[in-house]
């Protein structure tokens, strides 16, 4: 009570002063120049297997990092297989080594703090690891294992492949998303793997041996390059990685250069992405940028901060506070190490201001590139981007990085200390003439994501060449169901399926009974596989026999809901509802095929087809392309199995096999399902409460949140 006491006293205090004197201009405010980067010293050194050593002593903290780059990245994925390095990077550390688990290895270095890490971008892997000083052999040898010697464990594949296939299905999801994704793609091209995205056929057709033999061609010490930095003695630590790495004796041919990017492969013009369910537009408009080894990128990094780098820019004065159009807004003069990066000016503007928004961004863009920017602008643009720069080098550990990046791609030692000298002496006839000969406004591809019956003026009426852009997520090259036997088409049912189903249906309590239930609910839990995420949903679901379908879950982060009545709907998620994306209303459209009352009297509907699939299996599809494969249960004739591939799915081969059957009104239903996918346990669903033929209206189940 006391210190409290003490605290308001002093914020009494001060709000009575503050109250009493002239408020103070932040432009009054004095700050001491930065200090100057110090590059420290760092012992080199290379081992017989051409392993690049670089070691930094630094006694702060009882700590110990490690990284190693690798010449490698998603540019070496094949056309076909786009996603194979992303996954190989994932795989190594989650797939666990010859001797452990990634499971095992989880437990193991979460016990004693510590972590080892692998990924792979676009120009190049890693593999590190971080620990307290007294565990540093420990993790060491884990680190040594996990890069030399991954196992690449099929279930951990299956997983990733799972786990990437429904970031495949979610991308359309995100508006600003789209845009930036379509916007790469379309400076880049197609024909480039620059302009390469994950699609569900790429990521199926990843074998376990692809990934062995990515890791084989790229992941060889000569490709390697090793810094460590932490509390040890340089010359003890040195000792050790000799005696770890210097039997790794792995070789490989010298890896190619990365492939060029072709400024031809671009598509300049307005390219529209119509998404009905936002009430604003996602805009991205620019063409390629350039790479850090320009000696121009210094006053373009300037110009485009004076253009849209905060608060500050003219971008963000002019359209977002003077004319209130955007939400937000920026813009960059991308520059990577080894190819040309993005310029790009990214907004999110009201859906009516969509037009008046690119005039406003082209009028900027236009004064840049035609007159002096003034002084003030200049120093204050100047300022921050060497502010902001420094902070890639304000511990040990981040300069070690930035001189290990450096050497990776082939930078002096000292680019830092040029950058910054060119940053200093920019000029405003500098940044006039980078934003007169690089900016290029005929060049510039415009990628619009939003309604455009809402945009008020049509975006012909910039003057350019407007393309709608189809952003369809495209559906694996698969059967929608297993093989069946003989080709199954739609029409009166094959006479040894029909019996079986028939068998089935009377099982279940008879044609009669089925026909009768209208509506049903059903509150169920499900139990997720800890290799899946182990989580718990409650899951309740709601379907009338008219054909409408209603789902509510209760996850971790909150509540999603979904309904449909077959042909649109609607879902619902913490960040809002918005009309169900076409690949969710195939889901549900599956969903309600499987449920049991119209499923098991199929060989009644003109629209299914019933066929024999030998030893007590059956298959039933429609003309929409859903099917499922029953088996029957000798002892009881009820279904004891079920196999499908969902429609529009990302899990692939999916296996329920259902137990504990329960009568409820006559009607028999199985109260417990072990779900696997992939051949993999997936998860357990056991159901608490069935209600059958309550009085569901489709307007209850239509109710949004």
């Not at 350039?290 to 963000?316: H, N």
């Not at 977002?320 to 310029?343: C, K, M, N, V």
């Not at 509506?519 to 499900?526: G, I, Q, R, S, V």
Request: hydrophobic share 40%.
């Amino acid at each position: 009570m006391k210190t409290l006491l003490t605290f308001f006293l002093c914020l009494g205090a001060a709000l009575a002063q503050s109250q009493s004197a002239p408020p103070a201009s932040y432009k009054s405010l004095k700050y001491p120049p930065l200090r100057e980067i110090q590059i420290p010293k760092v012992e080199e050194s290379t081992l017989p297997n051409g392993l690049r050593i670089y070691l930094l002593e630094n006694h702060e903290l009882p700590l110990v990092r490690g990284l190693a780059l690798v010449r490698t990245g998603n540019l070496f994925d094949p056309a076909d297989k786009v996603g194979l390095a992303g996954i190989t990077g994932a795989l190594i550390r989650s797939g666990g080594t010859t001797s452990k688990t990634g499971d095992d290895l989880d437990e193991e270095l979460e016990n004693i703090a510590a972590s080892v890490e692998s990924a792979i971008g676009e120009s190049y892997g890693s593999v590190s690891f971080s620990t307290l000083k007294e565990r540093t052999d420990e993790v060491l040898g884990s680190f040594h294992d996990v890069l030399t010697s991954p196992a690449f464990r099929q279930e951990k594949l299956d997983l990733i492949k799972t786990q990437t296939r429904g970031g495949i299905a979610r991308r359309n999801d995100d508006a600003h998303g789209i845009s930036q994704r379509e916007f790469a793609a379309l400076v880049y091209g197609p024909k480039t793997p620059y302009g390469w995205q994950d699609e569900y056929a790429t990521i199926d057709a990843i074998k376990r041996d692809d990934v062995v033999a990515f890791y084989k061609r790229y992941f060889f010490p000569a490709n390697i390059i090793l810094a460590i930095q932490g509390d040890f003695s340089a010359p003890d630590m040195k000792a050790k990685i000799e005696k770890l790495f210097g039997s790794w004796n792995a070789t490989q041919p010298p890896v190619p250069m990365f492939p060029p990017v072709d400024p031809k492969l671009a598509a300049p013009g307005i390219h529209l992405v119509t998404k009905t369910d936002v009430t604003q537009t996602s805009l991205v408009l620019g063409h390629l940028g350039g790479d850090l080894r320009s000696k121009d990128y210094p006053a373009l990094e300037v110009m485009s901060d004076i253009l849209g780098g905060g608060f500050q820019s003219r971008l963000f004065e002019k359209v977002r506070t003077q004319l209130g159009y955007a939400y937000e807004i920026s813009a960059s003069w991308g520059a990577d190490y080894d190819h040309p990066g993005l310029f790009e000016v990214a907004c999110s503007t009201k859906s009516a201001s969509t037009v008046g928004t690119l005039k406003a961004i082209n009028a900027e863009i236009e004064r840049i590139r035609t007159t002096e920017v003034a002084a003030d602008e200049l120093e204050s643009a100047k300022q921050t981007v060497v502010n902001g720069f420094i902070f890639n080098f304000d511990t040990p550990s981040k300069t070690l990085n930035r001189l290990l990046t450096y050497r990776y791609y082939g930078y002096p030692d000292d680019f830092i200390f040029q950058y910054q000298k060119a940053i200093q002496q920019v000029t405003r006839a500098d940044v006039l003439r980078v934003a007169k000969q690089y900016l290029d406004p005929s060049k510039f591809v415009i990628v619009a994501v939003g309604n455009p019956k809402d945009f008020g003026t049509p975006l012909s009426a910039l003057g350019l060449p407007v393309s709608d852009l189809d952003v369809t997520i495209p559906q694996p090259k698969r059967a929608s169901a297993p093989p069946a036997a003989t080709p199954a088409v739609a029409g009166p049912a094959q006479p040894k399926g029909a019996a079986l189903l028939a068998k089935m249906a009377q099982a279940a309590g008879g044609e009669a009974k089925l026909a009768a239930v209208k509506d049903l609910a059903l509150k169920e839990e499900l139990v997720m596989d800890a290799t899946a995420g182990g989580l718990k949903v409650a899951q309740t679901v709601m379907w009338t026999s008219s054909g409408h379908y209603r789902e509510e879950n209760i996850l971790p982060f909150g509540k999603v809901m979904t309904y449909s009545d077959g042909k649109s709907g609607w879902l619902s998620s913490p960040q809002g509802t918005a009309a169900i994306p076409e690949a969710e209303r195939k889901q549900v459209d599956f969903e309600i095929f499987r449920m049991w009352f119209p499923l098991l009297l199929s060989g009644n509907d003109p629209n299914r087809t019933v066929s024999d699939e030998a030893n007590g299996a059956i298959r039933i599809s429609d003309k929409s392309g859903n099917a499922v494969v029953l088996t029957i249960n000798p002892d009881s004739a009820l279904p004891v199995k079920a196999r499908y591939f969902e429609a529009g799915s990302t899990v692939g081969d999916v296996t329920e096999t259902y137990t504990d059957w329960r009568e409820t009104d006559g009607v028999k239903l199985p109260w417990k399902t072990t779900i696997e996918q992939n051949g993999k346990h997936f998860a357990d669903v056991k159901v608490s409460a069935v209600k059958l033929n309550g009085g569901l209206a489709p307007d209850q189940l239509a109710k949004k949140p």
